[in-house]
């Protein structure tokens, strides 16, 4: 195995002492400018690195930063959004040489315990919070522990105006989403093929975000006259297992949806498997609509209707924002695109009985 190079060897190779080396590598007096460029040429002609271990313990920056993901693990396997979100993040991150570290817990009361563990290992220079929460303990926990983090996929304000250039009241940055804008443009283009009967499969009922779409979806029901009888919501964890039973429930009932909206790309597919398996043709008796627009919406056939998103987007303004507040800037809100509908083959009117 290759030994990592060490001050000594550099302080060897160049000459000097292996203070000089430390003076030259942190930027302090003590060298000659022609000393101090002579160690670093070495420096890199042997690959240093500097120990982020022993540069945290020294009060520097560890040249990292976290995301933890408090979801049940079997979801986040066929789930295509955290793969894209991730990809966004990372290459902001890679530009400026700072790593990400993940990991996956079972639940919140984990995640804020892996935060303070990083805080008080200076394991990351900051967070990146998903999934936001109703009941959400991480802001005040972060805060308390001065641990620099961008929350994403907080809401939109209200009237959808642009966000504030700083967070209001808070020492967190956050990338909003417009879930409720999204939602209306899912219920327009559904009411518009004379759909009045829609079952909305939704994600983990803790989440923020679930609940900001179920609750647009009850007001743009009502907008239009339809009742809870009409347009409901029921809850599933995201993964195809769960999406696949809530659709058997729903299309067994004595009036069943003609449409079905899911929260992601895997329950659609999901669903539109268990209709097909029921006889029940797509779009012909029954329309889907997927949240996150993916490949396996595309191959699918018919091919998905769905919303598309840059979700590589979202993860690069999260990582944008949390790099500007970790080179000193204040906190702020940054807004990500406004999904849009892509109508395809799998939404049409329904049957002129219904």
């Known amino acids: 195995?290759?030994?990592?190079?060490?001050?000594?060897d550099i302080a060897?190779?160049?000459?000097?002492?292996?203070?000089?080396?430390?003076f030259a590598l942190n930027d302090r007096p003590g060298v000659s400018q022609d000393t101090r460029a002579r160690i670093r040429r070495v420096a890199e002609e042997l690959g240093w690195q500097p120990n982020s271990a022993a540069r945290a313990l020294s009060g520097e920056r560890s040249g990292a930063v976290g995301l933890v993901l408090a979801r049940p693990a079997h979801t986040l396997g066929v789930e295509s959004f955290f793969l894209q979100l991730v990809s966004g993040i990372q290459e902001v991150l890679s530009t400026a040489r700072t790593a990400l570290l993940f990991q996956v817990v079972e639940d919140i009361d984990a995640e804020c315990a892996v935060y303070r563990r990083w805080w008080a290992e200076r394991r990351v220079d900051g967070v990146l919070v998903v999934d936001p929460r109703t009941s959400d303990p991480r802001p005040a926990l972060l805060e308390a522990l001065a641990l620099p983090a961008v929350t994403i996929g907080e809401a939109m304000s209200p009237d959808g105006a642009a966000a504030p250039a700083a967070a209001p009241s808070t020492a967190l940055s956050s990338v909003r989403a417009d879930d409720a804008g999204a939602m209306a443009q899912v219920l327009e283009h559904l009411y518009g093929l004379g759909h009045r009967r829609i079952v909305h499969v939704a994600g983990l009922p803790g989440l923020a975000h679930t609940v900001r779409r179920m609750e647009s979806l009850r007001a743009e029901a009502g907008r239009r006259g339809l009742g809870p009888d009409q347009v409901r919501s029921v809850v599933t964890d995201y993964s195809d297992a769960e999406g696949a039973a809530a659709t058997r429930r729903v299309l067994a009932e004595p009036d069943p949806p003609t449409a079905l909206v899911y929260d992601n790309d895997v329950m659609a597919v999901a669903g539109s498997a268990v209709a097909a398996g029921l006889g029940i043709p797509v779009p012909g008796r029954l329309s889907i609509v997927a949240w996150d627009d993916s490949a396996l919406c595309r191959v699918t056939h018919p091919r998905l209707t769905a919303l598309v998103r840059d979700t590589a987007g979202f993860g690069r303004l999260a990582a944008e924002e949390l790099l500007a507040v970790l080179a000193g800037g204040p906190p702020g809100v940054r807004i990500s695109e406004r999904p849009r509908l892509e109508p395809r083959e799998s939404t049409a009117p329904p049957p002129a009985h219904t």
Do not use: L, Y
């Open 1 to 8: 195995m290759a030994r990592r190079p060490t001050i000594k």
């Open 12 to 22: 060897r190779q160049a000459g000097v002492s292996e203070s000089a080396v430390s």
